[in-house]
């Protein structure tokens, strides 16, 4: 089992950056492929970047494609989301989510995750 905390969010000037991070609870996290989400009201919740359980490989939605670099450091249980030259449709809140792999996988769809966080706002204003 393991818990997650977004941090990092906030109000951002188009153009600008800002660095998401997820804390874990649980001595295994080095166990579970990784990724973060977002979701704004009245859609779905969208796959933005996943990371794999060594943090050897990484995928992203096209949409954030070459603007955002997900990471992780195992010793410290988190991952992160850098995200740069923001628009303002990266407005969202953005979840970050985990899953128990054996494998050195990549988990890239909703229903593959079973541990989410809370959430944490980004707003980026034009």
């Known amino acids: 089992q393991v818990q997650l905390v977004e941090s990092g969010g906030g109000l951002v000037q188009a153009g600008g950056s800002s660095r998401l991070s997820c804390a874990a609870s649980?001595?295994?996290?080095?166990?579970?492929?990784m990724g973060w989400f977002r979701q704004v009201p009245g859609k779905e919740r969208e796959f933005v970047a996943a990371?794999?359980?060594?943090?050897?490989?990484?995928y992203y939605a096209d949409s954030v494609k070459g603007r955002f670099t997900i990471s992780r450091d195992n010793a410290k249980n988190s991952v992160y989301l850098q995200m740069n030259s923001l628009k303002p449709e990266d407005t969202a809140v953005y979840y970050c989510?985990?899953?128990?792999?054996?494998?050195?996988?990549?988990?890239?769809?909703?229903?593959?995750?079973?541990?989410w966080g809370q959430g944490t706002q980004v707003t980026v204003s034009s």
């Open positions: 649980g001595r295994t996290f080095s166990s579970y492929a």
């Open positions: 989510a985990a899953d128990f792999r054996v494998r050195d996988v990549l988990l890239h769809q909703r229903y593959e995750y079973g541990y």
């Open positions: 990371i794999s359980r060594s943090g050897g490989s990484t």
